[in-house]
């Protein structure tokens, strides 16, 4: 895989998933889960924060009326019954350890929903940048994971899925999707492995 045409797609590294006090933190089942992710998936962007690779960090922010939810169900329903990701909440925010990368990591705005690609500019940030390999990490693996890879695929983009950097609510949804779903449409790879794949681009 060359680092110079491919992204790592970052969904929902914010407070209401990865803080100690996150208001959807618990929708994972077991909570050191969250943990393991969130250390994956930073030991990874240091690996690779050297090599050529587009790193993309794609949050989901909403209006205090939630008006981009009018009729939620399921998960979306709870993040608007319960307020996660209210614009100018803390909640909201990138968490610390993401944002100490600085401008290592771009910032595409305007999700509202489990799809990345939706009502954003990560295609066209994409295509600008010459992208042709798509890593998606992040949260939750069943919703807003697979939906971002399913829409990288529909795009003409080779997608795989970090399976050590993503978590579903429990761990039979995770293996099941990582067994099963993913490889459907695109591939499946532990961090550390990747990792060590792309390390020669750094030079």
């Known amino acids: 895989m060359d680092a110079s045409t491919t992204a790592l797609i970052l969904v929902g590294y914010?407070?209401?998933?990865?803080?100690?006090?996150?208001?959807?933190?618990?929708?994972?089942?077991?909570?050191?889960?969250?943990?393991?992710?969130?250390?994956?998936?930073?030991?990874?962007?240091e690996a690779v924060?050297?090599?050529?690779?587009?790193?993309?960090?794609?949050?989901?922010?909403?209006?205090?009326s939630y008006?981009?939810?009018?009729s939620p169900v399921g998960i979306l329903n709870a993040i608007k019954e319960s307020g996660a990701f209210k614009a100018g909440s803390s909640g909201a925010e990138t968490i610390p350890e993401l944002l100490a990368f600085g401008d290592?990591?771009?910032y595409v705005t305007g999700k509202v929903g489990f799809n990345a690609f939706s009502d954003t500019t990560l295609e066209t940030v994409l295509k600008e940048?010459?992208?042709r390999n798509v890593l998606v990490a992040g949260m939750v693996t069943s919703l807003c994971i697979d939906s971002t890879g399913r829409a990288a695929y529909?795009?003409?983009?080779?997608?795989?899925?970090?399976?050590?950097?993503?978590?579903?609510?429990?761990?039979?949804?995770?293996d099941f999707f990582c067994q099963n779903i993913f490889p459907l449409y695109g591939g499946v790879a532990a961090s550390s492995t990747l990792a060590s794949d792309l390390a020669p681009a750094a030079a």
């Not at 006090?21 to 089942?29: A, E, H, K, N, T």
């Not at 008006?67 to 009018?70: G, N």
């Not at 529909?154 to 995770?174: I, K």
């Open 67 to 70: 008006r981009a939810l009018a």
């Open 129 to 131: 940048r010459g992208i």
């Open 104 to 106: 290592r990591v771009l």
């Open 14 to 45: 914010q407070n209401d998933y990865f803080a100690k006090d996150g208001i959807l933190r618990s929708v994972v089942q077991e909570p050191n889960r969250v943990d393991h992710v969130l250390s994956n998936t930073i030991a990874f962007i």
């Open 154 to 174: 529909e795009h003409g983009y080779s997608v795989t899925v970090l399976s050590d950097c993503t978590s579903a609510r429990t761990p039979d949804e995770q």
């Open 49 to 64: 924060a050297k090599t050529p690779m587009t790193i993309i960090s794609t949050p989901i922010v909403l209006e205090p």
